[in-house]
């Protein structure tokens, strides 16, 4: 037990160094650390909301959205298959998606049955036991798709598990570190990012929808139609963003069916018009996307069509060629921010259900600054009381003690740092409980010795059977401590997993210092002494 040869030894001062090295750019104030390379800077840890301040929103979904949208995407599957339904294909007309259900005409009596059958085949559950989202019912000639519970509640979690993505990727954007993007409920969805004073900033970021869409424009719409409202079927009239164009002031007519959609874009970034210098966007297409925009522009040379963003027109340039090389420009009324906001929302891609702010909050930087005093008041005073303790009640042993507990807390820094985790207020709190568990190893083998030496041991055996024994206690209790920790990180959120990440690091190094490092300590002054009595 208290044999450590040489490669041993530096291999311990080896760790002990790469900790404390790693812990120097997070301790240093920020005018100096702008001195230290590139790769040092990045090594640091991140305050939390309720350290560095920042903006916290709490964002509800429109569920009705979801419904309406998936209404949508039956509408054009029900259209298909009826078109190429055999024996014969079915007319059908008159086709609705109010309130989230579809419905439509058969317009020949005969074929209601072979036209609820074509419904069922395309609304049937997944053969790996999914539950029904559709229930297909027949009224006299009109056939009527009802979403069901199940199939809602079903489409609505994914919406929001793909919304939560679609957010942590605009925020990742911003170059922002650490933000907190969690569901809550059903329907909601919680964002933290420290260190961003501007929600407003935030909430065009995440509250845009971005669905960008290529469509051709209706040049069969007259007039008095836009001004009336009243598209054919197979358009829509949307506003246009700039004002009078399509014949009607701020409307334009569209058809609905999309050229191209935002899920077939693979880049965007903001960039200048070449001719007057406005800020743009340009976006590039994945290969589906190429082929579909080169094969429409090659068919519609010389009509215009339509780049909508959210359901609003943003130009309609006209195809005067062939556009072959899978790339375009968006140009708007845009400044360098905006255009900027919307590459970055077009690149992290569409929000898949709409987004409103029910809950609007900023932390000041002040209020952290607070909690930093207060936090780092706390610790020292703890860290100084068991220090103290600690040097009265083991003589040396305590001296050893007390270099293991401030080493520890100078590598859960570095650990902290290495992994860019975020410290917040709780995490702090997991501090001086870190500092109280390594402090209790120590105890634990400093009283296991005493009790070696009562029984008339010698100092040898007394410390070697002392570390020993107290050893397998301490990892049983940390391995407890551990889970416990574990289940708060998994679990937990926000100021809780904080806390568990602290608890964890520190659990991790205080048994390597307490027991690892003071052990070498000790059997270094007993090889080098050799002493016969011990004061602990």
């Known amino acids: ?133 559709w229930d297909v019912l027949a009224q006299g000639n009109r056939i009527i798709l ?28 911003l170059g922002t570190r650490e933000p907190t993007i969690v569901r809550q409920g059903s329907n909601r969805i919680l964002v933290e990012v420290p260190g961003l004073q501007n929600p407003e900033q935030l909430k065009a970021l995440i509250g845009r929808t971005a669905r960008l869409e290529f469509r051709l424009v209706d040049l069969s719409v007259t007039p008095e139609q836009l001004a009336a409202g009243r598209a054919p079927i197979g358009s829509q009239i949307l506003p246009y963003l700039e004002g009078s164009r ?26 200048y018009d070449s001719q007057d210098g406005r800020p743009v966007v340009n976006i590039g297409f994945d290969s589906n996307g ?51 906001e ?25 209020l952290g600054a607070d909690s930093i005093h207060a936090g780092i008041l706390a610790s020292i005073v703890a860290t100084v009381a068991v220090l103290v303790f600690m040097l009265l009640s083991y003589g040396r042993f305590g001296v050893y003690a007390n ?38 190893a120590n105890v634990l083998i400093n009283e296991r010795i005493r009790e070696e030496r009562r029984k008339g041991r010698s100092v040898v055996m007394a410390v070697e059977n002392g570390y020993k024994e107290a050893s397998r206690t301490i990892f049983e209790a940390n391995v407890i401590h551990f889970i416990a920790g574990a289940i708060m990180l998994l679990m937990g959120s926000g100021p809780i997993k904080g806390f568990a990440v602290v608890l964890l690091i520190g659990i991790i190094t205080s048994v390597f210092t307490a027991v690892v490092f003071t052990r070498m300590l000790v059997a270094h002054w007993i090889r080098a002494k050799r002493p016969t009595e011990i004061h602990i």
């Open 403 to 440: 270099l293991a507990v401030v080493i520890n807390l100078f590598i859960i820094v570095g650990v902290m740092a290495l992994i860019n985790a975020t410290l917040t207020l709780p995490g702090i709190a997991g501090f001086v409980l870190t500092l109280g568990t390594a402090v209790d």
């Open 290 to 340: 190429t082929r579909r925009f080169a094969r429409v522009t090659q068919e519609n040379v010389g009509k215009p069509f339509a780049i909508i963003l959210d359901n609003v027109v943003l130009s309609a340039p006209n195809i005067h060629e062939p556009i072959l090389g899978g790339t375009a420009q968006i140009s708007g009324s845009f400044t360098v921010d905006s255009a900027n």
């Open 146 to 173: 009802r979403p069901t519970q199940s199939g809602l509640d079903a489409a609505i979690d994914q919406a929001m598990t793909a919304a939560r993505e679609v957010i942590d990727r605009r925020i990742n954007s």
């Open 1 to 133: 037990m208290l044999s450590f040869p040489r490669w041993k030894v530096i291999g311990i001062w080896a760790i002990l160094a790469f900790g404390i090295l790693l812990s120097v750019p997070s301790l240093l104030p920020p005018a100096a650390s702008q001195y230290l390379p590139a790769w040092a800077q990045k090594i640091h840890v991140n305050l939390g909301l309720d350290l560095a301040g920042g903006s916290h929103l709490l964002l509800e979904a429109d569920t009705g959205d979801v419904a309406r949208q998936r209404a949508a995407l039956l509408e054009d599957t029900i259209r298909r298959s009826m078109r190429t339904a055999s024996p014969a294909p079915i007319d059908i007309g008159e086709l609705s998606t109010t309130g989230g259900q579809l419905s439509f005409v058969v317009r020949n009596p005969a074929q209601v049955e072979a036209a609820m059958g074509v419904a069922r085949d395309q609304t049937r559950p997944s053969a790996f036991g999914g539950a029904r989202e």
């Open 342 to 366: 919307l590459a970055i929302s077009l690149q992290s891609g569409a929000l898949p259900v709409n987004l409103r702010v029910v809950e609007e909050r900023t932390v000041g930087p002040d």
């Open 246 to 271: 399509g014949g009607a002031p701020g409307r334009i007519a569209v058809q609905r069916r999309a050229i191209i959609t935002g899920d077939m874009i693979s880049s965007a970034r903001q960039a």
